[in-house]
């Protein structure tokens, strides 16, 4: 089974839709979807993830399931550590997260060991993430043990794409892959519909599997279609 992780276009956050450029954005993915042969379409509730799968759901002719538990972090993304300033996780320097005594810590130590979790709602919002993510799991074939790895219970060679956002995006590979969220706030980021795809095995019925991650963030859509640069939103280069 490969499932496709889709950042949302260009947003207005204000009133949580696609600006035009994103709505373009949206169009591009949903034509490099249509090679892919998608078999399902799920989205985020919120109104950015949803217009951005419309095109892929008219071009393919699915409908779109939404899933409640999907969408994406707010205030629980922000931290008050260290000056009572709301700051989020990923801004927080880079060389507090890699001090050598939080480099080691296990994924269930990271949420009780790092100031930046505490007091901002984070933990409960990332098991609500992973336990939405292992019941969405489930209903495809694929079922969470308590190693932290997938049992193929049910398993297929469909293609799924879920339109979602870049920071529960980075919670649900920090659980799929039992790496310390902290590691990833501050080295994934994904540019506007970048395609995020994995892949679970689909041969071995019965069989622990372990995902695999074979594209993060892909823009090569965007590329092909405008045939110009684009725009990291992180660091505002063109690449």
Not at 117 to 145: C, M, P, Q, V
Not at 215 to 226: C, K, L, R, S, W
């Amino acid at each position: 089974m490969y499932i496709y992780f889709v950042r949302h276009g260009i947003p207005d956050y204000r009133t949580d839709t696609l600006l035009p450029e994103g709505v373009r954005q949206a169009e591009s993915a949903a034509r490099r979807l249509s090679y892919s042969g998608i078999d399902e379409i799920y989205s985020s509730p919120m109104g950015r993830a949803r217009e951005t799968a419309r095109p892929a759901a008219e071009l393919l002719g699915l409908p779109v399931t939404v899933l409640p538990w999907a969408y994406e972090l707010g205030e629980e993304s922000k931290t008050s550590w260290p000056d009572g300033v709301p700051t989020r996780l990923s801004k927080v320097d880079p060389l507090y997260y890699f001090a050598e005594d939080h480099r080691r810590l296990t994924v269930e130590e990271d949420f009780q060991r790092l100031e930046v979790f505490r007091n901002n709602g984070f933990k409960a919002r990332y098991d609500e993430i992973s336990e939405g993510l292992d019941e969405w799991l489930l209903t495809l074939g694929y079922r969470r043990t308590q190693e932290g790895f997938y049992l193929a219970e049910e398993p297929s060679e469909k293609h799924v794409a879920l339109f979602c956002h870049c920071a529960m995006m980075r919670v649900m590979l920090s659980h799929l892959f039992n790496i310390p969220y902290h590691v990833l706030a501050c080295t994934l980021e994904s540019n506007y519909t970048g395609i995020t795809i994995l892949y679970f095995d689909s041969a071995n019925k019965g069989k622990m599997t372990v995902p695999a991650l074979l594209t993060y963030g892909d823009v090569g859509h965007i590329h092909m279609d405008t045939k110009e640069s684009f725009q990291s939103h992180w660091t505002g280069e063109n690449f």
